[in-house]
């Protein structure tokens, strides 16, 4: 595919519509395309591009074009730089993709408007509706390894949320802010805490099919990274209590 040159966006200084954060650790062959894509489909927006930690051009490439930067100084886990955009960003509307836009930008459009209407608090991207379309390019373990969490998911956090994992989610702002600042994972089991969260506290979430953009690329490792996440399901489960104490 070939790749467009990082493009300077032309962002009001007013209060944005849509904040879309975008997670990215060592991006340089991506980011300039996804802001471009990014910048074609949403207005008024701001991007705010969390940089985990990069040691390739990343930051160099975002601060190209007019995305806001945000550098952690040191790689902390996808959770952790969402995290740090969420509680940043200043849109009514707030949303996250991952830096190699796997999906279609009209389906985080679908997620959006279903928040912008009132129709949902939460709108996430879901790879196991009938309308979305199946990735077979992923190794056999690593789906086997995804429906075996999946299970796991629901059977101890969350029954109607069966892809908690997929990286396409808009939230209304003040609701994103909210679980955000009561998150504690930062790995990639943030998106099942955020929505446990989420269904703890009664926050009516929508789900929306995807279509994969052919640009996916996936960072997982897998048996590290799936230890970590059962792991970080444990905990969550655990801190359940405390959750219900912080809706207080």
Request: hydrophobic share 40%.
């Given at each position: 595919?070939?790749?467009?040159?990082?493009?300077?966006?032309?962002?009001?200084?007013?209060?944005?519509?849509?904040?879309?954060?975008?997670?990215a650790?060592?991006?340089?062959?991506?980011?300039?395309?996804?802001?471009?894509?990014?910048?074609?489909?949403?207005?008024?927006?701001?991007i705010?591009?969390?940089?985990?930690?990069?040691?390739?051009r990343?930051?160099?490439?975002?601060?190209?074009?007019?995305?806001?930067?945000?550098?952690?100084?040191?790689?902390?886990?996808?959770?952790?730089?969402?995290?740090?955009?969420?509680?940043?960003?200043?849109?009514?509307?707030?949303?996250?993709?991952?830096?190699?836009?796997?999906?279609?930008?009209?389906?985080?459009?679908?997620?959006?408007?279903?928040?912008?209407?009132?129709?949902?608090?939460?709108?996430?991207?879901?790879?196991?509706?009938?309308?979305?379309?199946?990735?077979?390019?992923?190794?056999?373990?690593?789906?086997?390894a995804?429906?075996?969490?999946?299970?796991?998911?629901?059977?101890?956090?969350?029954?109607?949320?069966?892809?908690t994992?997929?990286?396409?989610?808009?939230?209304?702002?003040?609701?994103?802010?909210r679980?955000?600042?009561t998150?504690?994972?930062?790995?990639?089991?943030?998106d099942?805490?955020?929505?446990?969260?989420?269904?703890?506290?009664?926050?009516?979430?929508?789900?929306?099919?995807?279509?994969?953009?052919?640009?996916?690329?996936?960072?997982?490792?897998?048996?590290?990274?799936?230890?970590?996440?059962?792991?970080?399901?444990i905990?969550?489960r655990?801190?359940?209590?405390?959750?219900?104490?912080?809706?207080?």
């Amino acid at each position: 595919m070939r790749r467009r040159p990082p493009t300077r966006l032309c962002m009001s200084t007013s209060r944005p519509e849509i904040s879309i954060i975008i997670p990215a650790f060592n991006e340089e062959s991506v980011i300039g395309s996804t802001i471009a894509d990014v910048a074609e489909h949403f207005h008024p927006f701001e991007i705010i591009v969390v940089s985990d930690g990069s040691t390739d051009r990343t930051d160099e490439i975002v601060r190209q074009s007019a995305a806001r930067l945000i550098r952690l100084p040191e790689n902390s886990g996808k959770g952790a730089a969402v995290r740090r955009g969420v509680m940043e960003a200043a849109g009514n509307i707030i949303a996250f993709i991952d830096a190699d836009m796997p999906y279609r930008p009209e389906n985080l459009d679908q997620a959006i408007e279903l928040v912008r209407s009132g129709a949902a608090d939460i709108a996430v991207g879901a790879r196991d509706l009938p309308q979305s379309e199946t990735d077979r390019s992923y190794p056999m373990r690593r789906r086997l390894a995804g429906r075996t969490l999946s299970v796991l998911i629901r059977v101890f956090l969350i029954r109607d949320v069966t892809d908690t994992q997929c990286g396409l989610k808009a939230f209304r702002g003040d609701a994103a802010k909210r679980l955000f600042a009561t998150s504690r994972v930062d790995g990639f089991g943030f998106d099942f805490e955020v929505l446990y969260l989420a269904t703890s506290w009664g926050m009516r979430i929508a789900r929306v099919p995807v279509a994969l953009s052919h640009r996916h690329a996936s960072r997982v490792r897998l048996i590290r990274d799936s230890a970590i996440m059962l792991w970080d399901l444990i905990r969550v489960r655990w801190w359940g209590p405390r959750y219900r104490r912080d809706e207080g």
